[in-house]
């Protein structure tokens, strides 16, 4: 509970270690989540928007829609959530683009997840 802060950093520190050498989809999916995650239980809601914000970027940059659609699940969850960033609406359109997503790739969990 206390260490969160060292957490998100060792997890800035792996993803920062993914930028010199290439790694599966799964590993950034894990370490973008984990950090966020970590940052959202701190309260740091912005941080972990940010973060998976970030992700999102990745996605695009290494035209992966797996990657894409965790950085979409997670940001409807944070809007979906009464936190500070809780956004109805938005949390709706997210949730939509990100099941249309999860059925388009097949992946049961996800879209499961989102519903």
């Known amino acids: 509970m206390h260490a969160a802060a060292e957490a998100a950093d060792y997890y800035s520190q792996a993803i920062a270690c993914t930028q010199q050498a290439p790694v599966e989809n799964g590993w950034l999916?894990?370490?973008y989540g984990r950090r966020g995650r970590t940052l959202e239980l701190s309260g740091r809601f912005?941080?972990?928007l940010a973060n998976y914000l970030e992700m999102m970027?990745?996605?695009a940059a290494l035209g992966e829609p797996a990657i894409w659609l965790a950085s979409l699940a997670a940001q409807c969850i944070?809007?979906?959530?009464?936190?500070?960033?809780?956004?109805?609406?938005?949390?709706?359109?997210l949730g939509?683009?990100?099941?249309?997503?999860a059925r388009e790739l097949s992946?049961?969990?996800?879209?499961?997840?989102?519903?």
């Open 57 to 59: 970027e990745v996605a």
């Open 107 to 115: 992946d049961r969990a996800t879209e499961s997840k989102v519903l």
């Open 78 to 93: 944070v809007r979906a959530t009464q936190t500070p960033l809780y956004d109805p609406p938005l949390a709706k359109e």
């Open 29 to 31: 999916v894990h370490l």
């Open 46 to 48: 912005d941080d972990a």
């Open 96 to 101: 939509e683009q990100a099941l249309a997503l």
